[in-house]
């Protein structure tokens, strides 16, 4: 969370003296009201909307659980916070059976306060995200409201009615795995299958059976069937990660899919009607690629009846609070015990400044980084560089280009996980196929 943004509403429950500790500790990262009754906490939690409630265990003669028992009735899922002595055990005791979210000790700590309240508040989206998409397949957040992006957003919600292939085009790392699951979650095959290949992960030897499938026996190792992605995906969506990747012998079989509607597993003796939606996506220039002859026009130009063009995160720079803030909130999700409760506005600078070569997919691994390997509550520039400087270090005095220097740093984090390349690209910020694609270029495979 950066310090100058608002991310959360929070009610204060208090007499005037604590009210201003609370607000003291919190203004710098949310925004408070206060009522000094409970009368007027009432009044206020049914004129606006709050993420969060803070309360004193007495307010103006009325008692805090009392207090927040009457607000729990109205909205259930706002977290609780009860401010009270540190002997009182009767009221933690009785706060926890209660439902409160956090018992906090007085006198307070304003570290300890703002990471409780931050804790709530990433509950309490988790249970909102939750809650709107009960009943709908599952789709990850769409962040970004800059003319680029609305733009996208704007093709992808019309092309999600349709039922022709749909081409998303953009650099490693921009999101276009997101708005594949965009287009299934809000178009009419939602409740059907979303499966997805990426085809640079796998050796060309795999990616037969793994997309068509295979009947037992069909060749050495196949001792069991194998349905196939495409099968899978019948009466729903499949998701074509990095096509560009895809063997030229199995493009044509793929075409063919596309095309009629019917497939043939390796080794059968008869086809099967599917009912596939298919989106593709690619980092490369296939028009390109046609050109030279590694990628087929035809099947080019059937993937691309549909086509939209994902910007680079260096195009839409007024995305940047709101991404970090949903990067950050997460990562504290899966850190809870991190110190970590903001980014100072000199650190979001530096973000904002930022190449970010690896996109949006960077950008949430280094958020993460931070909220893990943070030491102090405000995350500032110098732990900014400190991080920079652990994950990329050279020798002294040697000068390197840009590829090698990234090369260098690519295989000094492999050597640091022993190889895993799952581990490698998620410290990294970039996909598994961006690795691949590393290594062949390292071995000349």
Not at 8 to 23: C, G, P
Request: charged share 25%; net charge neutral; aromatic share 4%.
């Amino acid at each position: 969370m950066v310090s100058s943004m608002i991310l959360a509403k929070v009610l204060v429950a208090s007499d005037e003296r604590i009210a201003n500790v609370v607000r003291s500790a919190l203004s710098d990262s949310f925004t408070c009201e206060t009522a000094h009754t409970g009368d007027a906490a009432l009044a206020a939690f049914a004129r606006a909307q709050f993420d969060v409630v803070v309360s004193d265990d007495v307010v103006d003669e009325t008692r805090g659980l009392d207090l927040l028992a009457t607000l729990r009735s109205r909205s259930p899922g706002v977290p609780i916070i009860l401010l009270g002595g540190a002997g009182d055990v009767q009221s933690a005791t009785e706060a926890g059976r209660r439902g409160v979210f956090e018992f906090v000790v007085k006198p307070l700590d304003g570290v300890s306060l703002r990471q409780s309240v931050h804790r709530a508040v990433v509950v309490r989206k988790q249970h909102v995200a939750k809650d709107a998409n009960d009943g709908v397949a599952p789709r990850a957040a769409v962040i970004g409201s800059c003319a680029p992006f609305a733009a996208a957003l704007e093709a992808i919600e019309l092309a999600a009615l349709s039922s022709a292939p749909l081409l998303l085009i953009g650099e490693t790392g921009t999101g276009k795995d997101v708005l594949a699951s965009r287009v299934h979650a809000i178009g009419p095959r939602r409740h059907r299958p979303f499966v997805v290949l990426n085809a640079a992960a796998l050796p060309a030897t795999l990616l037969d059976s793994e997309l068509f499938g295979h009947v037992a026996g069909s060749f050495t190792g196949a001792t069991r069937a194998r349905r196939g992605l495409i099968a899978e995906a019948d009466g729903g969506t499949l998701f074509l990660d990095e096509i560009g990747d895809l063997p030229v012998d199995l493009q044509g079989r793929l075409l063919r899919v596309i095309e009629t509607g019917r497939l043939r597993p390796v080794g059968a003796d008869h086809e099967r009607s599917v009912d596939v939606r298919f989106v593709a996506a690619t980092h490369r220039d296939l028009s390109r690629d046609v050109a030279e002859k590694r990628f087929r026009e035809d099947l080019y130009y059937r993937l691309k009846v549909l086509e939209v063009r994902v910007p680079a995160l260096r195009d839409r720079t007024d995305d940047l609070p709101a991404l970090v803030d949903h990067f950050f909130q997460r990562a504290l999700g899966r850190n809870p015990r991190s110190p970590v409760v903001e980014i100072g506005a000199d650190a979001f600078e530096r973000l904002r400044r930022a190449p970010w070569p690896g996109n949006v997919r960077e950008l949430s691994a280094f958020v993460e980084r931070l909220v893990v390997f943070g030491k102090s509550a405000r995350i500032e520039t110098s732990d900014l560089e400190l991080l920079e400087q652990a994950s990329s270090a050279e020798a002294p005095g040697e000068i390197l280009t840009l590829r090698g220097l990234s090369e260098r740093h690519i295989g000094a984090v492999l050597a640091r996980v022993d190889g895993d390349k799952v581990k490698a690209a998620a410290l990294l910020g970039v996909d598994l196929s961006t690795l691949y694609r590393w290594k062949r270029r390292q071995t000349g495979e």
